[in-house]
């Protein structure tokens, strides 16, 4: 047996050597090109909405009605729709890209919880309003060049004017939306806007 034991020590090292030598094969880049629109999204809810609450239980629910749900407690439901079209389409933005980075938590696994640590969820709150908004927005994206499915992010911003401090900063003010629709602006002028890195690409 004392033979034996190097021969062994040397195998195994020559075994380790070359599996530690093996190239890990690098994950493609999930684009629009590649990466099928999410069939669900799956929600921690927090007691009373509320960030800091401990998880309760969670919620799956499909991808379009969780963007409905979301979007009028984002948006005002009164506000213009081209200012609820750019809305809608960065909570889906902001909503997929979360599906493909998946979270464990106190024993749960999920995409968003339903509060503003990602965006406000109230399940069945959409109205027709917002509801006609997330339709009108569905079979698109709004990525970079390459495709990549990155979120866009937002903030609430300040009354009356169009935020000029967010435009080109790669967020949007939700209440400069709200201002430069009602200034004629389209939604699709409104992002590029605030993410003038991204375009606006169809899919299925």
Same mark, same amino acid.
């Given at each position: 047996?004392?033979?034996?034991?190097?021969?062994?020590?040397?195998? $195994?090292?020559?075994?380790?050597?070359?599996?530690?030598?093996?190239?890990?094969?690098?994950?493609?880049?999930?684009?629009?090109?590649?990466?099928?629109?999410?069939?669900?999204?799956?929600?921690?809810?927090?007691?009373?909405?509320?960030?800091?609450?401990?998880?309760?239980? $969670?919620?799956?629910?499909?991808?379009?009605?969780?963007?409905?749900? $979301?979007?009028?407690?984002?948006?005002?439901?009164?506000?213009?729709?081209?200012?609820?079209?750019?809305?809608?389409?960065?909570?889906?933005?902001?909503?997929?890209?979360?599906?493909?980075?998946?979270?464990?938590?106190?024993?749960?696994?999920?995409?968003?919880?339903?509060?503003?640590?990602?965006?406000?969820?109230?399940?069945?709150?959409?109205?027709?309003?917002?509801?006609?908004?997330?339709?009108?927005?569905?079979?698109?994206?709004?990525?970079?060049?390459?495709?990549?499915?990155?979120?866009?992010?937002?903030?609430?911003?300040?009354?009356?004017?169009?935020?000029?401090?967010? $435009?080109?900063?790669?967020?949007?003010?939700?209440?400069?939306?709200?201002?430069?629709?009602?200034?004629?602006?389209?939604?699709?002028?409104?992002?590029?806007?605030?993410?003038?890195?991204?375009?606006?690409?169809?899919?299925?």
């Amino acid at each position: 047996m004392r033979r034996i034991a190097p021969v062994l020590s040397l195998l $195994v090292s020559l075994v380790v050597l070359a599996w530690s030598a093996t190239p890990v094969k690098a994950q493609p880049l999930p684009t629009i090109y590649n990466t099928q629109q999410p069939a669900v999204v799956r929600v921690a809810i927090r007691a009373f909405n509320n960030p800091w609450a401990p998880i309760l239980w $969670v919620q799956t629910v499909g991808f379009q009605e969780y963007c409905s749900d $979301v979007l009028p407690n984002e948006w005002m439901p009164s506000w213009n729709p081209q200012a609820l079209e750019a809305g809608a389409l960065a909570i889906k933005m902001f909503a997929w890209y979360s599906t493909l980075h998946p979270v464990t938590s106190q024993g749960f696994t999920y995409d968003v919880d339903n509060t503003i640590n990602y965006q406000y969820f109230k399940y069945l709150s959409g109205t027709p309003q917002t509801d006609a908004a997330v339709k009108s927005i569905w079979n698109t994206a709004y990525v970079p060049p390459n495709g990549e499915i990155l979120p866009l992010e937002y903030r609430s911003g300040w009354h009356d004017g169009p935020n000029w401090a967010f $435009v080109g900063s790669g967020f949007m003010s939700q209440w400069g939306s709200q201002y430069l629709a009602s200034m004629g602006h389209t939604f699709l002028q409104i992002l590029n806007l605030y993410y003038p890195d991204r375009v606006l690409r169809w899919v299925s």
